[in-house]
């Protein structure tokens, strides 16, 4: 009898305060075991951050080896193993041109500083950012009509086109009424693309290196929920979607699905959001924490 290891969740809920133009973030974690009956999670409150919201612009989480980042939209947060180093990439237009600049921020390291990088590709970003064996991966243009998977290795700090992306998938950038999310699929960059027509699918598209993406599989035993795929995880062989909801009140709700066997289990996770909305959340799925200290980035240009 195979015994699930319980799962060690990281949750991160956003609460945007348009009157006061600030951004608050609060963190818990929490463990479940998927063969557990229970529906209520308990966690415990780990910390909360409060800064100023700029120009109304996104942040999204980063989750990466321990350490967790809040940036912008257009920054990267990655791990390198080889010289044990957090790095931030940050991608911002040119103010006098069409081109973008490129900076990299080394974590611990003296000056606390930006430096400026060279990259030979030119593109904007599509997507969001995942860090896999020391390289942060994310969609982009890489032309007029033409995208492609990006792998910025953090060693080298040098960029390349991992794979292109397919004329099925790109088909689906334009729909309006669908979520798209980068993912880890067992070691490989895997983006999961979910639709809310009738009925409501995910169809996984996997990246190699070198070659076009590919159509894993697609999963259409689902039924109407208004969450987003955050990831998909394996336990005991078989593959389990992890669902978040985009914003609520008062409770944070995560389901996962057990595809092998279609069914669907819903954790109420214990938290006091004083019945605020909170307007983004994200569930990070077995992380490990890291002693090293948080600091605070500022881009300088």
């Known amino acids: 009898m195979i015994v699930s290891q319980p799962l060690r969740f990281l949750l991160a809920l956003h609460d945007k305060d348009d009157q006061t133009e600030r951004l608050s973030c609060s963190f818990f974690s929490s463990s479940s075991s998927l063969s557990s009956s229970s529906t209520s999670i308990s966690t415990t409150f780990l910390s909360k951050i409060t800064f100023p919201l700029r120009c109304r612009a996104s942040y999204r989480s980063y989750y990466v080896n321990g350490l967790m980042n809040m940036a912008f939209s257009t920054r990267f947060f990655g791990y390198d193993p080889v010289n044990n180093q957090y790095k931030v990439l940050c991608i911002t237009p040119h103010r006098l041109s069409t081109q973008h600049e490129f900076q990299v921020f080394t974590l611990g390291a003296k000056p606390k500083s930006w430096r400026f990088i060279d990259c030979d590709i030119p593109h904007r970003t599509w997507s969001n950012g995942l860090c896999i064996d020391g390289s942060v991966y994310y969609i982009a243009y890489t032309g007029a009509v033409t995208m492609s998977l990006m792998r910025f290795d953090l060693n080298s700090e040098k960029f390349d086109i991992f794979a292109r ?6 088909a689906f ?5 669908c ?3 980068l993912i880890n699929y067992h070691g490989k960059v895997a983006t999961a693309i979910q639709t809310y027509y009738e009925p409501p699918t ?6 190699e290196a070198g070659k076009q993406d590919y159509k894993e599989k697609s999963f259409d035993n689902l039924p109407q929920l208004h969450l987003r795929v955050k990831s998909v995880i394996n336990r005991a062989g078989d593959d389990v979607i992890i669902f978040a ?3 609520s009140r008062s409770v944070a709700t995560v389901i996962h699905h057990d595809l092998k066997g279609a069914s ?4 109420k996770f214990e938290v006091d959001v004083k019945g605020d909305w909170f307007t983004e959340s994200n569930c990070f799925v077995d992380y490990v924490e890291s002693l090293m200290c948080c600091c605070k980035l500022e881009r300088v240009i």
């Open 165 to 170: 992306v397919s004329e099925e998938m790109k």
């Open 173 to 177: 950038c334009y729909l309006e009424n």
């Open 179 to 181: 979520s798209r999310t």
């Open 202 to 207: 995910i169809d996984l598209f996997v990246f």
């Open 245 to 247: 909801p985009h914003h």
């Open 264 to 267: 669907f289990k819903m954790m």
